[in-house]
């Protein structure tokens, strides 16, 4: 009778800790965290991307391409995955909220030129005055 009365205690912790985990982002460290991808360690803070994993697993990237590449080959589910504001380094995005925009004047870690806006007329107003285009235009859930 002790041991399925521990048993139970047990299993009742390790859930409780799992549904602790914080379902926001978590800015790392400038400098301090390195890219889950490439390694890279993440100091260009406009650049800066995480998901969160369904086993609550939290892995950053330098870059937004290495959270999509890194994305394709992860064995488990994605919860929830950020991007950063690029005219506000202090703000994550949900990815699938963001604008995403492909311009060969932002010069993104990886190379590929990536930037996350919060809104599509954030996104065109930049590209008013800069090349490239709309990767994808988030909707908000």
Request: aromatic share 10%.
């Amino acid at each position: 009778m002790k041991f399925r009365i521990s048993l139970w205690t047990i299993l009742f912790a390790c859930l409780s800790f799992v549904s602790c985990v914080r379902k926001e982002p978590v800015i790392p460290e400038r400098g301090r965290e390195k890219c889950s991808h490439c390694s890279m360690s993440i100091v260009d803070m406009r650049f800066q991307s995480q998901l969160l994993t369904d086993k609550g697993r939290r892995y950053y990237f330098d870059s937004i391409e290495c959270l999509q590449s890194y994305r394709e080959n992860l064995n488990s589910e994605v919860i929830l995955s950020w991007v950063t504001d690029f005219e506000d380094t202090n703000r994550m995005l949900k990815e699938n909220e963001a604008t995403i925009v492909q311009s060969p004047d932002i010069h993104s870690p990886m190379g590929k030129g990536l930037a996350a806006f919060a809104s599509f007329e954030k996104a065109s107003e930049y590209l008013r005055n800069h090349q490239g285009f709309v990767v994808t235009s988030g909707v908000k859930k």
